[in-house]
């Protein structure tokens, strides 16, 4: 019978919903949070489906998980699967070294970070039969953000509709996790490869949260710059390039399609209609938060393009940009 013992590598808004779903299906649950945060999960957590509740007036109080903040601690268990639910600049600057000094058993490492050097830097540290590979599906937040109300301050989340979480890696591991995610009610798949799935959505992405932070994160401010859409073409194209050449792959049709004035207008026009909360406001919090990882992300696209002689010339712009923003 498999171990059911999960590590969880932080207790924000995609480790505590991931964690929610694997203690619904009977998994024992443990955070690895830092010592400052511990008295804030004492008494558990309230967390928000926005799938069955929009007007986020039902929480859901969640309390079944145990929580550590000192390695010394993990040897108490044997652990069976181990998520790393951080930003990339937090997982490049994870002290692996003492961690896994105290980690018995075998257990599975499962990726979600999005940046191309995450896979290549875990693979340093791991085999890579250890590693699965997945992809986040889900949105979820602090709530309330500034234009919402609760009961009880938490975490919201949404599982878009037709949008499982897809995971790749050794066949026995991956059909483990896959299985232990659909335990939890978290639809999932099997992927021939998510890194290469994610390349170009992930490229895509940044280049949009980048723009709209220089749009001061209005969507009608973005929509009437031809200056600033002109930047997020040529941003975007510069990805793409790179991306092209450092993994000899070709952008999906559909982005190509889509990287019009006329659509991106279009898509950021109609998109808020079908979002069950403020799409606006969420991306600013969001991405305000983790801007250390957007610039992170936009320096190995900026390097790999260096080392593939593609022009970086619209990057570097860019990050200089967000580096003194707000400065």
Known sequence: MMNKEILIIGAGSVGIVYGYHLAQAGFSVTFLIKEKYQSDLEK?????????????????HFKDFATVFSFEELKLKEWSQIYFCI????????????????IKGNP???????GIEDLKY?????????????????????????????????????????????FSGEKSRRNEIIQTFKAGGISSSSSKNVFKDALFPSGFLSGLVCSLELANW??????????LLNGFFILNNEIFEILEKEYDSKRPIILRLINRTWIIKLLLSIAPK????????YLKVHFSKVKDQSIFHLNNYKDAGNKNGVSVQ?????????ENKDA
């Open 108 to 114: 599975t490492i499962i990726k979600l970070q999005p």
């Open 44 to 60: 558990g957590t309230f967390l928000y489906n926005l799938r069955k509740d929009k007007s986020l007036k039902s929480p859901i």
């Open 122 to 166: 875990l693979q340093k540290i791991y085999p890579s039969k250890k590693i699965i590979e997945g992809m986040i599906s889900l949105i979820s937040y602090p709530c309330p953000l500034p234009t919402e109300q609760v009961k009880q301050a938490g975490t919201a989340f949404w599982f878009p509709p037709f949008s499982p979480t897809p």
């Open 314 to 322: 619209k990057l570097e712009e860019v990050i200089n940009l967000l």
């Open 87 to 102: 930003s990339s600049t937090a997982l490049h600057s994870f002290d692996f070294k003492n961690f896994n000094e105290n």
């Open 218 to 227: 209005k969507f009608s401010e973005l929509k009437k710059s031809k200056k």
């Open 274 to 281: 079908f979002i069950p909360f403020d799409l606006e406001t």
